[in-house]
């Protein structure tokens, strides 16, 4: 089963872009700006060659972001889980999830959450977002009706569960990235 979506909604989603690459000319070359941007037009994790391109960035983070590309599948299983463990209902029939492809369509967005954040780092950029595509994503998630208390719980997970998989001394470090996605989806209304 598809969703059947708004005119509306259908105008908000190519807007609805929260990675932001500007600004970053003066920490990136443009070439190192356009494999972010391939990336992220092409809604896709950076690659192994993308990496080991960026030579702007601590070679640290860009590790970390290569962990958490591929423990994603792990890190978003984890995220939903705790997601449904809090909302036990909200997959069920009239919950918030409910027909089975909006809970996926709310899966998919955990995933391209983390995509989005493993730019930040990889890129050493805790100021990845776009403020106007967070914009048009608090739209089309009003258009929706997408439960934010339980994006954020979501995200919440994505961030633990992510740090988990990571040396303790970096958490500090790289907790900022996911703090300012998660603030920024509590901000929506």
């Known amino acids: 089963m598809t969703l059947q979506l708004s005119e509306k ?3 908000l989603i190519p807007k609805a872009r929260i990675v932001s690459f500007a600004g970053w000319e003066n920490s990136h070359s443009p070439a ?3 494999l972010f941007q391939a990336a992220d037009d092409a809604g896709r994790y950076l690659e192994d060659e993308d990496l080991l391109k960026i030579a702007a960035s601590e070679a640290e983070f860009v590790k970390i972001a290569q962990l958490l ?3 994603a599948a792990d890190i978003v299983s984890e995220s939903r889980e705790k997601v449904l ?3 036990p209902n909200i997959a069920q029939p009239g919950g918030e999830l409910y ?3 909006r809970a996926e369509a709310c899966w998919r967005d955990f ?3 983390l995509r989005c954040i493993t730019y930040g780092i990889a890129g050493n950029r805790p100021d990845f977002t776009s403020d ?3 914009h048009y994503m608090n739209l089309l998630y009003q258009e929706l009706q997408v439960p934010l208390r339980a994006m954020v719980l979501g995200l919440e997970g994505i961030k633990s569960a992510s740090l988990s998989r990571i040396d303790a001394g970096d958490r500090e470090k790289l907790a900022p990235y996911f703090d300012r ?3 920024k989806l509590r901000q929506f209304s």
């Open 9 to 11: 909604a259908k105008k």
């Open 32 to 34: 190192e700006i356009q």
């Open 69 to 71: 590309r591929d423990l």
């Open 85 to 87: 463990a809090q909302f």
């Open 99 to 101: 027909p089975p492809a």
């Open 111 to 113: 995933w391209h959450f």
């Open 132 to 134: 106007e595509g967070l």
């Open 181 to 183: 996605l998660i603030d």
